[in-house]
């Protein structure tokens, strides 16, 4: 068989390893289109040692590979949740090949980190929640600097035994975009809504409050109502309140907020005891972006997106095409 041409190239000193040669490899394969045993013949080495040193450089972090978001906005299924939804954009991710729930929710958040960037602007105030997803999408995200955008704290804060909180979700959002954070200094639950009440009333709350309705953006998850919903294990609600409020209609939990099928608040016990964003300031956002997956998930990302939430949504496959069978076999009400 018979290559292609390689392209001449101008000679360079030697090198003897080390960083340098992984560069050289990296620019050769991504840069000049070079395939590895071309690129073994004109650094001398085997083809074994150029999978070596570009699986180094990834690995580094010195190639960023990103799929364009038109792959998994523009597709059939995508398409189809944009159009019965009402929704301003969907990006659905495959999950064939990939081995567990945790790997999907991996796989997920990455996408909505990749996708954030081309969404927002210079100006924005982004309100961002607290979950497991959020905070691995925040993660993910490459490192950028950003033009007057500033990052809130969307929850107040929470002892968790899941190895990340509010705070931390909001600040490595921040810091990844390379934004202005402010976060909420205190408690999202406390024992007595008079101690909420007046926490509510200290000046730097008090301001910290104000700045979540000045945000045109928001990023959420969607909590589900099962007994080992996160609303259980933060700390935020007990097993009694939970089945409390399922009991009163309660299909889903939005920024630690309970919601029923339509996506209306379902008032209870917990609200006069919360510090945090009003669900009523979630709604007529330049952006909501949704970022949940999993069967466990349908219902209360089906209620978020019914009480207008949501204008844009990250999730995987099989769960779009569970959302999408429920409303379409009228399981499920239709958005209005």
Known sequence: MVGRPVKKRKKTPSRSGGESIVIEAAWMYYHDGLNQSEIARLLHVSRATV????????????????????????????????????????????????????????????????????????????????????????????????????????VGSMATPYGFTAEICSAHMAHRLGAKCINLHAPAILSDPQLAARLRAEPIIARQLDALSHCN???????????????????????????????????????GRFIDARGRPVPGPLDARMIGVSL???????????VSCGEEKVIPMLSAIAGGYVTHIVTNMKAARSMLKLVHEGTFPAPA
């Open 51 to 154: 999978v070596n040193y570009l699986q180094e450089a990834r690995e580094r972090g010195l190639i960023r590979i990103s799929l364009s978001a038109e792959a998994f906005t523009t597709h059939r299924i995508a398409l189809d949740m944009r159009q019965t939804f009402g929704l301003k954009a969907a990006y659905i991710l495959p999950e064939e090949g990939l081995k567990d729930d945790e790997e999907v929710l991996l796989r997920v958040a990455r996408g909505a980190a990749e996708w954030l960037p081309e969404l927002i602007a210079p100006g924005d105030r982004l309100g961002v929640a607290w979950g497991r997803t959020v905070y691995e999408m925040a993660e993910a995200l490459e490192p950028m600097k950003t033009h007057d955008v500033t990052v809130s704290q969307l």
């Open 217 to 255: 953006m928001a990023i959420f998850a969607a909590g589900s109502c099962n007994p080992g919903s996160h609303i259980v294990g933060s700390g935020v609600a007990t097993a009694e309140d939970l089945a409390w409020y399922v009991r009163n209609g309660a299909t889903g939990v939005l920024c």
């Open 280 to 290: 009523d300031k979630l709604l007529n956002l330049d952006m909501g972006l949704l």
